[in-house]
């Protein structure tokens, strides 16, 4: 069986000609890097015993030369990654955006925030110096090769060294892997929670919650702290050990050279050019422990984003189905929350005719929210289907869908932005549109009062604007550009008499025009515009047919109530 590749690293595989030239640029300033040594054996060699000027001329403007030459494919290969950044972000960055959102949509995860983070981590690692590392240690036996040319016990202490520093790092690795897995996890649930708090900022002020938030905050932090201060301490232990390897495999260098020297088994310029070399060998392994936290930061993001990603699949192209007249059937549909483990809706079935105008009602818990969110697509049935004249639901592409849906949330969320931006759902600006959603929402005079009547800014989530006005703008955005279904969950829990009289004219205006309509209220008084009522209890449908019917079941004294239709008053029922 063929491992699936994931998306992560098929974006990669699209960068590899990239980083297949900076390997070769790498290769080439590699080999540059042995320009310098020369030049000092050159020197010391040569130079110093012939006296002679116009040889270190020579050698000194063909060293410049060189050394500007590896400058310049510096310069190049960081280029080179700075572009291959750029087409990650043309590869992955919706792609992370749009799991990001399904995850939120469906609760997947603790935080699916967080993926926007992790994709910008492993972005800049790749795209960082820390991966030059991995570009010059294959070159590193290459000059511990020429450095046992030199002689077998300069080669000597260069690899054991070399060794010594890379246990260093193994060691690095394996003391500081956990902690700072552990405080990363902490970390990624400590920035949901603050973002929580933040969007809820007004309860914790109201009720005095801040500073037990403050305290629970504080509890978490001191924890991530702790963890990343014991990786730290470990990984500092590790720093000063190889610091002090490295000074020691300098002096043993210099010491072990000049022992040849004196016994006349190499000559001076070769004390200098090892002592060179063997800091070129252990450069890369000495930039991979200083960049070793950074690598690990951006293994964990990878993995998190690689687990994301699989678990919420690229959606696939759908065959583009006509525009629906509006027609619904719910099969019995099954529900249980995204996350939950028990159902809020149970085996729930009812037609409606294109253009007719449903009521629901019942009590709190009944689950009518439940039902709104899967009547839009936000939410799948665990089981059953629903229909738009007869196709389901979820064979439609979301954004096609949108195209004839209007949604209504009980919590009306607006967005940073104009009103006429809010109104059209950010999509292309057709004013006539606009208005004439607006007006069928009963809003239009309501917004030329405001100071820039349709250009107004209403600040992130319509702070700008009060509960009855957000409800009435968030009604003209359900109403835009005719949409063939609208539901609206509590359209009128934030509405004074007049919004409520205008609401009650655009249900009657969406009806004449063919619309089909779900309001679920608590408030009887929306019943009059509607056809058929739908009664919900503990999940499940009690009751559903015409108006007329269905409250006038209310108003007769029940005698006795029955598993199958239990004895609800009006006032449960609403």
């Given at each position: ?12 595989a699209?960068c ?27 020197v ?32 190049v ?5 700075v ?16 799991a990001?959102f ?10 699916p ?22 570009f ?18 300069l ?20 003391i500081t ?28 002020e ?8 403050r305290?629970?905050w504080?509890?978490?932090r001191?924890?991530?702290?702790r ?7 470990r ?21 072990g ?33 200083g960049?070793?936290?950074q ?17 919420v ?25 995204p ?9 729930v ?10 009521g629901?009602i ?29 196709a ?7 954004e ?12 009306v969320e ?8 809010n ?9 006539e ?10 809003v ?17 989530g319509?702070?700008?604007?009060s ?40 249900i009657s ?54 598993p199958a ?10």
């Open positions: 069986m063929i491992e699936k590749k994931s998306e992560v690293k098929a974006a990669l699209t590899r000609n990239a980083f297949f030239m900076t390997a070769a640029f790498s290769a080439f300033i590699n080999i540059l890097m042995l320009v310098s040594p020369l030049y000092m054996m050159q010391y060699d040569r130079v110093l015993h012939s006296r002679s000027e116009a040889t270190l001329l020579m050698l000194t403007l063909i060293t410049v030369a060189l050394l500007g030459v590896m400058a310049a494919l510096e310069v290969r960081s280029r080179i990654l572009r291959v950044g750029g087409r990650m972000d043309q590869e992955l960055s919706e792609r992370v955006l749009s990001q399904q995850a939120s949509l469906h609760r997947i995860g603790s935080n925030a967080q993926a926007s983070r992790d994709f910008d981590t492993v972005r800049q690692f790749l795209t960082g110096s820390g991966i030059f590392a991995f010059d240690a294959p070159w590193t036996p290459l000059i511990l090769a020429i450095m046992f040319l030199f002689h077998p016990v080669g000597t202490i260069a690899l054991v060294g070399g060794i010594a520093l890379f246990g260093l790092a193994l060691l690095n690795e394996a892997k956990k902690p700072l897995e552990e405080a990363n996890r902490n970390a990624v649930v400590a920035a949901g929670a603050i973002e929580s708090s933040m969007r809820n900022a007004e309860v914790l109201a009720m005095g919650m801040f500073g037990n938030f305290r629970r504080a509890a978490r001191e924890e991530i702290l963890l990343q201060a014991v990786a730290s301490d990984a500092g232990v590790i720093m000063g050990l190889t610091k002090y390897l490295r000074l020691l495999l300098q002096t043993a260098i210099l010491g050279g000049a022992y040849l020297a004196i016994h006349e088994q190499i000559s001076a310029g070769l004390i200098i050019a090892g002592s060179i070399l063997m800091g070129r060998a252990l450069a890369p392994v000495e930039q991979a422990i960049t070793w936290k690598f690990v930061g951006a293994r964990i993001a990878y993995r998190r984003l690689n687990e994301l990603l699989s678990r699949p690229k959606s696939m192209p759908r065959t583009e189905l006509p525009r629906p007249v509006g027609d619904l059937k719910v099969e019995t549909v099954v529900v249980v929350p996350g939950g483990n028990a159902p809020t809706l149970s085996r079935s009812f037609d409606l005719a294109a253009g007719e105008v449903l629901v019942g009590p709190s818990g009944a689950g009518k929210s439940t039902l709104a969110r899967l009547l839009v697509g936000a939410w799948r049935p665990y089981a059953g289907t629903v229909r738009i004249d007869g389901d639901l979820h064979n439609w592409d979301p096609r869908r949108g195209t004839f849906m209007g949604y209504l949330p009980q919590d607006l967005f940073d932005g104009s009103i006429s931006e109104i059209s759902r950010f999509g292309e600006m057709d004013s549109a606009i208005v004439t959603a607006a007006k069928r929402a009963g239009h005079d309501m917004i030329l009062r405001l100071p820039q009547g349709y250009d107004t800014p209403i600040g992130t319509g702070c700008a604007l509960g009855g006005q957000r409800q009435r703008i968030g009604l003209a955005r359900a109403v835009y550009a005719n949409p063939a279904m609208v539901v609206l969950d509590e359209p009128n829990s934030n509405l004074d008499d007049e919004g409520e009289s205008a609401l009650v004219h655009a205006e969406l009806k004449r025009a063919g619309t089909t309509v779900i309001i679920i209220s608590h408030r009887p008084s929306i019943l009059s515009v509607t056809d058929q009522i739908l009664v919900l209890a503990d999940g499940g449908v009690r009751m559903f047919g015409n108006r007329a019917e269905v409250l006038s079941r209310f108003t007769r004294p029940v005698v006795a109530s029955t239709q239990p004895g609800l008053t009006a006032q449960q029922a609403s």
